[in-house]
């Protein structure tokens, strides 16, 4: 039982390029979550999912895409990264009324 | 908008101090509020979650309280030990699936 995982750890992008970030639950969740963390601002809500097929905007979703084609996979996607995209981008996954259990992290550079 | 503070953003105690932990929030309409532990360069690790109806949670040394008219939480955590050492965030889900995070405390215990 892994858990949450991302792909990749780490990546540094240039001005414009585009990425997918993979989240990975193998808990059965119905929720999945993207967070990005920056300095000072605490944890902030970019896209979430409530099932299979769904995905709806969370506080600051402007600049990226999701797909969840598949209940276990959770797919964050920049289609023309900018330098304001440097972040850490976690992702968590939850089920009914319980905690979110969080991935590791994605440590981005956008140069 | 949720607001949600923590206070202080850094705190460094000796080993077995006692301590507590502060946050407080603008939005008294809240489903659950939780407390999470973050070490350097991981993810998000639950420690407790008190839901809307109850008052506070016990899990070994730590214990936290939830006082929604005032808009206040506490985490407190018995008899430290460097193993504490991490940023500790408290977070709220006000409906929506959405978790809206405080900046932390990052308490360092000294052997």
């Known amino acids: 039982n892994a858990g949450v995982t991302q792909t990749p750890k780490f990546r540094v992008l240039k001005t414009g390029q585009s990425m997918t970030l993979l989240c990975a639950q193998d808990?059965?969740?119905?929720?999945m979550y993207w967070y990005r963390q920056d300095p000072g601002m605490g944890l902030r809500l970019i896209h979430y999912?409530?099932?299979?097929?769904?995905?709806a905007k969370g506080e600051v979703p402007d600049g990226y895409n999701v797909s969840r084609l598949k209940k276990q996979n959770f797919l964050l996607g920049l289609e023309s990264a900018a330098p304001s995209q440097t972040s850490v981008y976690f992702c968590a996954s939850q089920t009914g009324l319980e905690t979110q259990y969080f991935g590791p992290g994605t440590r981005l550079l956008v140069l | 908008k949720q607001e949600v503070t923590q206070i202080p953003a850094a705190l460094s105690v000796p080993e077995g101090e006692n301590l507590v932990l502060n946050c407080s929030f603008t939005d008294s309409a809240i489903y659950n509020l939780q407390w999470f532990r973050q070490d350097p360069g991981k993810g998000l690790t639950s420690l407790l979650l008190?839901?809307?109806?109850?008052r506070e949670q016990t899990s070994g040394r730590l214990n936290a309280s939830l006082d929604k008219s005032s808009g206040r939480s506490t985490l407190y955590i018995a008899a430290s030990q460097p193993g504490d050492s991490a940023t500790y965030l408290c977070a709220l889900e006000g409906g929506a699936n959405n978790l809206f995070f405080g900046t932390g405390t990052r308490l360092t215990v000294i052997p």
């Open positions: 999912s409530v099932g299979e097929g769904t995905t």
């Open positions: 808990m059965n969740h119905e929720y």
């Open positions: 008190i839901q809307s109806s109850q």
